[in-house]
């Protein structure tokens, strides 16, 4: 499923009834934080990372700067809703990769159960 400005009330019952099928997983993509120093980007990606952790979508409003925040509040709304708890499986930056510490995005993979 491919969204542009929806809205995670018209997603979350997507994904919800998705969870319900046998042998399907759902990925919610996003970036997280983009363009900022090595040390902002953590700082900005953290808030990303905590709400996922904590299963709590109000905390994306704290500063979360990812761009597919609509996908992710809706996961977090399901996930909540079906008492799923979150791991946080990796985060990187582009830093990584290629070294550049001044112009850095942000990623993490999450899995929730």
């Known amino acids: 499923m491919v969204y542009a400005y929806a809205d995670p009330v018209q997603l979350s019952p997507i994904i919800d009834y998705l969870l319900n099928l046998p042998d399907l997983a759902v990925v919610i993509s996003t970036d997280l934080s983009h363009y900022h120093s090595?040390?902002?980007?953590?700082?900005?990606?953290?808030?990303?990372?905590?709400?996922?952790?904590?299963?709590?979508?109000?905390?994306?409003?704290?500063?979360?700067?990812?761009?597919?925040?609509?996908?992710?509040?809706?996961?977090?709304?399901?996930?909540?809703?079906?008492?799923?708890?979150?791991?946080?499986?990796?985060?990187?930056?582009?830093?990584?990769?290629?070294?550049?510490n001044e112009r850095v995005v942000g990623y993490a993979s999450a899995l929730f159960q």
């Open 38 to 100: 090595l040390d902002q980007a953590k700082k900005l990606d953290s808030i990303c990372l905590e709400a996922i952790q904590h299963v709590n979508s109000s905390m994306l409003h704290q500063g979360c700067e990812a761009c597919g925040k609509i996908g992710v509040k809706a996961m977090l709304d399901i996930a909540k809703k079906r008492g799923l708890e979150a791991t946080l499986l990796d985060y990187r930056t582009s830093a990584d990769a290629s070294g550049d």
